[in-house]
């Protein structure tokens, strides 16, 4: 008897259809789950696969209540005993959003495992459907087990923390950072490799009882900045700002004093890059023991967003959320 696995499917691209196959414009989220296992053939062999539409968006529209509503699905689902695993589909854009999201709330006793593709489902070599088969393997396989939230793309396989998509359009977008990745997966056989240091053993957030997130607006620096955007995120009553800054976290003159200002107010105010690597570590050209400011660390602008929505929802210190950004 194959174990038994659950899709929840949320759209993206690889439920998305085009005019004609060669077309480069298409509309996510048209295909059903059902319609995207008839794809994959072979699929019953690994498991069996039972669905549920969460969504049908792109991925660009993911937001909080639909990052709510994955997560009680998802927890609902590994909550019973003889699941072996979740698929979760899911548009790139936002998945390694999404992906360290729920890393941060799921307990990693079962794989989670988002997939997407880059291309439509009526594509020429599309490549949702490998994509697809390889995701399932995964969530089938005891070998995936507390790796956290996992992510199939192009034969590999990344953990959440370290996942970006590094490329508008190419089937190989994704790369995992300097801790690498979670392993390969080819035609359905894994070669895991041992999760990296900064792995949660259980999750670190609870969601119960929560409808609706802290509000965390994500500002990206540039020469000649002024202060507006920062007092205008501050006006629109963000409890936190991530600044995306140039080079090591950096922001020129009227940005930081408006940074600083929103930080005296008790605005949580993180400093991480726009660089795409390297980490943004504490008091090197900002003061931030000065200014209240947290330093985000190895993580990304978008990924230094998620932790700081869900931190602000247990504290508001800047010294507690530091030591997040420090271990998560
Ligand atoms: C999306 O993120 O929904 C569109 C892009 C994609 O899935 O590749």
């Known amino acids: 008897m194959p174990p038994r696995v659950r899709l929840l499917a949320t759209g993206g691209t690889?439920?998305?259809a085009q005019a004609t196959p060669a077309a480069a414009g298409y509309r996510a989220a048209v295909f059903s789950a059902e319609a995207l296992l008839a794809a994959v053939p072979g699929l019953g062999e690994l498991a069996t696969v039972e669905v549920e539409q969460v969504a049908a968006i792109g991925s660009q529209d993911?937001?909080?209540a639909t990052?709510?509503?994955?997560?009680?699905?998802?927890?609902?689902?590994?909550?019973?005993?003889?699941l072996r695993g979740v698929v979760i589909t899911h548009g790139t854009d936002t998945m390694e959003e999404t992906a360290y999201f729920l890393h941060l709330v799921l307990p990693a006793t079962r794989p989670v495992v988002l997939v997407g593709a880059m291309r439509p489902a009526t594509a020429i070599s599309a490549d949702g459907p490998m994509n697809l088969f390889n995701a399932v393997a995964v969530a089938a396989h005891p070998a995936a087990v507390g790796r956290g939230v996992l992510v199939v793309a192009n034969d590999e396989l990344h953990f959440a923390r370290e996942i970006t998509k590094t490329n508008t359009t190419q089937v190989g977008t994704?790369?995992?950072?300097p801790r690498g990745l979670a392993?390969?997966?080819s035609h359905g056989r894994l070669h895991v490799h041992a999760p990296p240091q900064k792995h949660p053993p259980a999750p670190p957030f609870d969601l119960a009882g929560r409808t609706s997130l802290p509000r965390v607006d994500l500002v990206c620096a540039h020469a000649g900045m002024g202060r507006g955007l920062i007092d205008a995120a501050v006006a629109a009553g963000a409890a936190g700002i991530v600044i995306a800054g140039v080079g090591d976290g950096n922001l020129g003159a009227a940005a930081l004093t408006a940074a600083r200002a929103a930080a005296t107010a008790g605005v949580a105010v993180v400093r991480s890059s726009r660089t795409?690597?390297?980490?943004?570590?504490r008091n090197i050209e900002v003061d931030d023991d000065a200014a209240g400011f947290i330093a985000a660390g190895e993580l990304n602008p978008q990924k230094a967003r998620v932790l700081l929505q869900l931190g602000l929802t247990r504290t508001q210190d800047p010294a507690c959320l530091q030591r997040l950004f420090d271990t998560l």
């Open 183 to 185: 392993g390969l997966v």
């Open 14 to 16: 690889i439920a998305g």
């Open 62 to 64: 993911m937001d909080d």
């Open 67 to 82: 990052w709510l509503r994955l997560a009680h699905r998802t927890a609902a689902a590994l909550a019973e005993p003889d």
């Open 174 to 177: 994704f790369r995992s950072g």
């Open 276 to 281: 795409g690597g390297g980490v943004v570590a």
